[in-house]
């Protein structure tokens, strides 16, 4: 099948068209009165003059020539239906002061390699996403109000990069001693799922997921985590949960002594495990509890056997370019033309 890369091109064709009406368009020349030339000897047609007739026409069909060439005229030489499990998967991830605990670090053969519960997530996570390479995925954080990272992509080198630039906020302190940004570093759950709500609803494929991971209590935000969970329900979207810390909600964390040095102290972070199993079951998904390493990774290899649409796309491999089939005599031609006008004719057409 003949089709072309850029057919704006053949636009060209319309001052093409002008300038042949110019060259050969009917001239009303200036005469005068002579006698009749019936009884003088007639003469025949010279090869100058064929070449001054010819030689405008060859011109015009070399330029009309390169016009096509422009307009890259190709044929399909492999055109694929590939079918690919498809599904759309909005990660909703806590950015919450708690997600600074230290209860998910890796213990190595050279000792403890402390880990904050985010830098867990976020390795977690893209391996996830490397998983699935045909997946629509994006990426929602919240701490006191939810903030769209990545709206749902197949770019998942864009997303990964964007995934490893997330951070928890850090406390700022005004001259009072007071924290000034408390309202960032606490846990509005509602407004995290309804924004993930919002940002898949529209996507191309059927199945439609959210994981939506926290460590806390849902203590701020415009969106109560029961009025989200309706909205998920209505537009049929599936969200699982996971909480991450011990059900006792103490861990360890990283902080600063008198003296300025770090030090690790236990901390108190209360998980919410039963909005999370709400959400989870009132969705039909399913909740994980998590409180370390493997349980993590252990609740993302579940639900990347979740259940995917099939897409159809058609994939059009590869092309044979026709190009140089048409500007190669489109080139002799105009060459030709002007050649011969030059040195032969010597008349401007």
Not at 244 to 256: H, L, M, Q, Y
Request: a neutral charge.
């Amino acid at each position: 099948m003949l089709d072309f890369a850029y057919p704006l091109a053949f636009l060209l064709l319309l001052p093409l068209a002008l300038s042949f009406w110019f060259v050969y368009r009917k001239r009303v020349n200036r005469g005068i009165v002579f006698s009749a030339t019936v009884h003088l000897p007639k003469s025949d047609s010279t090869w100058r003059s064929f070449l001054a007739n010819a030689i405008p026409i060859v011109t015009l069909l070399g330029l009309g020539l390169a016009i096509t060439a422009a307009a890259r005229p190709r044929t399909v030489l492999s055109r694929v239906a590939q079918t690919s499990n498809v599904i759309a998967i909005e990660m909703v991830v806590d950015v919450s002061g708690s997600m600074e605990a230290l209860d998910l670090s890796i213990k190595t053969p050279t000792g403890l390699k402390k880990r904050t519960r985010l830098d867990a997530v976020k390795d977690t996570f893209a391996d996830f996403i490397k998983e699935r390479p045909d997946d629509l995925i994006g990426l929602v954080t919240f701490g006191g109000y939810a903030t769209t990272r990545a709206p749902l992509t197949t770019d998942h080198s864009a997303l990964l990069h964007i995934l490893k630039g997330v951070e928890i906020p850090k406390s700022r302190i005004d001259k009072n001693g007071q924290i000034y940004n408390q309202e960032e570093m606490m846990t509005a759950i509602g407004d995290g799922l309804a924004t993930a709500c919002a940002r898949i609803e529209k996507s191309e494929p059927v199945s439609k997921i959210i994981i939506l991971l926290s460590d806390g209590e849902s203590n701020t935000g415009i969106i109560k985590p029961e009025q989200a969970v309706t909205i998920a329900k209505a537009l049929g979207i599936k969200v699982y949960t996971i909480g991450i810390g011990a059900r006792n909600g103490v861990a360890p964390v990283e902080s600063k002594d008198f003296f300025g040095r770090s030090v690790i102290i236990q901390g108190r972070y209360p998980l919410d495990e039963k909005t999370l199993k709400f959400i989870a079951e009132s969705t039909g998904a399913k909740y994980f509890h998590v409180a370390d390493p493997k349980g993590l990774e252990s609740a993302m290899n579940a639900i990347d056997e979740l259940e995917t649409t099939e897409i159809e796309r058609e994939v059009y491999e590869q092309y044979n370019e026709l190009f140089p089939l048409v500007l190669l005599p489109a080139l002799l031609m105009i060459l030709i033309g002007i050649g011969v006008n030059m040195l032969i004719i010597r008349r401007i057409i």
